[in-house]
């Protein structure tokens, strides 16, 4: 069960105009794909195919892996789920502060959870666990490792299984995916969301990648029909569209970089540094969740309050950047709170 | 991992004119649901509710449950394997030949399964298992158990955990819900579709409404964001508009005699009595297998080979009953391939 997340603009009566509270890509749904999926609502009217198997077969085409090394999943989170279903009892490391649901599934599974913090996270260090999960860029401190430190990381403990979760891969500059090493990877599950870079979180679409024993161990557990229609239908389209969906990350993080440094200059906060879209600030005058209230109530802008995060405390704010004059209207918010 | 199911039309390269697969009413989607979620799209570019709190309330009130008694889910299936985790170990009975999910669920998370045979089921019949399974009316078998003698059986049975899957409810008159005998009900859950007769299979949704303390032990393994917006939507407006989603049960039936009458009339197929818009008939001349690929190839019809259902032949085959001009095409197809 969690508790607090971002994008919670529907706990609010006020209207938002500007949501900085969701890692999804501020773009919007293109509208193409909204008219491809409206041209293939009726297709709701008939079972999905159990499996995702077409969404499955250009996954594994598009990103050049072989048949079998791809499970198409309802979001990340079912993969998260399934893993830690699939390895019930196992000890597992969760390198934090990150994205809640790691743990929580592995509690849920008897896992025996240790934690280790992520800016100690050398490429010799030594994990005892079964499973090590890390999330590369991570969420929500921002930080990217480089592919070689982490295959250093994965060939030196090759005993522990990897869980990668790749999800904000698209908005950095400071890694690469995992995916072209998994031919050589035993150890390794890579993670993928469709839904941050395409814009589309409600509609629940994911993968899960590695050598296929390792990866049926996992597919063992999923039930069938979990992804619905319309979801794989924009999966479809996404796919058959590739240039389509890349985000323009060279302006994002230009932008992100001004955002950050207008939070960096008003002494009441201190930012932490960032290697994608979103970064992680602190209010030394308040609290979080009193400064999230506050900017709903004054300016209908939504941020995601982060003190929930293992490892994080009653400051910690996230933001991730939107467009220009977005990002301007939060500064001015930003200021007025320090003065208010 | 599922092998071999109704709707699988997307197997095929032949286009199916008539679908006799799935136990989907055949009415299609309604256009104005339709019209519904296309003005909804864009709101896939937030995540969704994680709990999908505002349609379980929807249908709390509707069903006159307190609050807490339901959990809104990725359709049925979610539904039964996280009973399967939340029971984990436990042992199970599976009043067959029914619907494949509960024991594959079942398997996966360590119960011990074992099967009982729906014809030889009693008020006073003596379960000495944690959990069993009814799915009521039946699915594939067509029959209804009336809810006085499963109140009957339930109350007799105080010890065990009964899970009444009741997707196929609004198909019969030969049975009630039990949602409304919930309140004084500590060892049941029921499980709702809303797919079956809103004829949206492809959007996955369903429930599972029980006393909040037995529902919550469920709760507890259900991961968050499992129901897609779009799913979401659909269902807040099916409970908004009640009394279109309504199935005309009594021409459906009236519509299913003639069928089964049709069949019935031909000394090369046994029929088995129904309670439903579905049933079950034998091949006496081949096998379902046979059969359905002779139906695909000459007319484009699909039936559901019934045959790896536990406890059916080789032979068995399940439709569901159509409008009276399929109905007369597959009566049609019967007889030529009786004498083919």
Redesign the interface.
Known sequence: ??QG???D??LFDRPIVA?FS?N?YYG??QEKL?QH??GH??????????EGG?LQQQIEQRTELTPGMVMVT??G??A??LVA?AFRGASTTVVVPTFA?YAD?CK?HGHEVSYFFREKLEPDTRFITDLVFICNPNNPTAQAMNEEALLQLIQFNNRSTFIIDEAYIEFTRNADSLLPHLHRLHNVLVLRSLTKSC??????LGYLAGQKALLDKV???R????V????LE?GHYIMDHPAAFEVPVDALLGDTYQLWEGVRKMPEFRVHPTHTHYFLFETLTGTAAALKLWLVNNYGILIRDASNFYGLEQGHCRITCRNQEDNTLLLTALRKWTLS
């Open positions: 069960m969690i997340h971002g994008d603009a529907y949501d969701s999804v919007g749904m909204v999926i409206a609502i009726r297709d709701a009217g008939h079972y999905p195919d159990p077409r309802n979001g989170t079912e998260i789920y279903q649901e599934a849920l814009c589309i979180p409600g509609l629940r597919r063992a557990f039930m069938p029909w979990s619905n229609s319309l979801a924009a």
